[in-house]
């Protein structure tokens, strides 16, 4: 077990890039059984950070992530919650199953169910005095049935996550700079335009947004329209 712990460390620090580091992390922990994981900031100097702002990756489904941010579920997340108050590890069963859960929370529960994604586990990852960072991490294929002692693992692997990637990120500014046309084109993937769309906005061609598209996501390092969107405005690149 500590090997995985080991060759994580020697690998993130042999990484100079954020994204490339974004890509390998998720890469690794989807080898250990998890294809889906979400990454926040919390607080930061001793202050709360919105989701727009504290977002770093999330790789859910886009229809929950949609929900996610349409229903305000960052106010009341009850994994979030529990993340934050336990400090440990924490299973997302576990959670589901409190008895004292609010209609929205159970409907927030609902949703990741629909959208496979209420099979995981949850962490409150601590980094610098004041800051306090949040991981979850799912299996779309396969029941978590880890041990405690697997359960830290993958937290102290989350932990060196975080503290390379804050590393990097003050040091590169947290990603690849955006052209103004890339950066035309995220500011209206954010307002939920579609690919044809954007084409008759900027007046080019399909073939063109798409090469756009592509290039943004490929900087930001991200899969999809929501969390290309997420980043632009973490990375302070457009506005929220």
């Known amino acids: 077990m500590r090997s995985n712990i080991d060759a994580f460390i020697e690998a993130t620090l042999r990484i100079n890039d954020a994204i490339e580091l974004k890509r390998y992390f998720e890469d690794f922990i989807g080898k250990l059984g998890f294809d889906v994981v979400a990454y926040h900031v919390l607080v930061q100097g ?45 299973l997302l ?33 601590y980094g610098r005095p004041g800051e306090i960072s949040y991981f979850c991490v799912c299996s779309t294929q396969q029941p978590v049935e880890f041990s405690r002692a697997q359960l830290l693992e993958l937290q102290a ?21 955006l052209s103004k046309r890339e950066t035309e084109v995220l500011e209206l993937i954010a307002q ?13 061609s399909p ?17 999809s329209r929501v969390e290309a969107a997420l980043a632009g405005v973490a990375m302070g690149i457009i506005l929220p």
């Not at 939920?192 to 080019?204: A, M, Q, Y």
């Not at 947004?209 to 991200?222: A, N």
Request: glycine letters at 8%; one cysteine or more; proline letters at 4%.
């Open 46 to 90: 001793f202050k709360s950070v919105p989701l727009s702002k504290g977002f770093r990756i999330s790789t859910f489904p886009e229809d929950y992530v949609r929900y996610y941010i349409d229903h305000k579920c960052f106010e009341y997340d009850p994994i979030m919650e529990e993340a934050r108050k336990y400090g440990g590890p924490i």
């Open 93 to 125: 069963s576990d959670v589901a199953k409190k008895p004292n859960l609010t209609d929205k929370q159970k409907a927030l529960f609902q949703k990741a169910r629909e959208n496979n994604v209420a099979n995981g586990a949850a962490f409150s990852i």
């Open 157 to 177: 692997i989350c932990q060196q996550m975080h503290l390379r990637f804050s590393e990097l990120t003050r040091v590169d500014g947290g990603g690849r700079k």
């Open 192 to 204: 939920g335009k579609s690919n044809n769309v954007i084409g008759d906005i900027l007046g080019v």
């Open 207 to 223: 073939n063109t947004v798409d090469t756009l598209v592509r290039r943004c996501f490929d900087k930001l390092g991200v899969t």
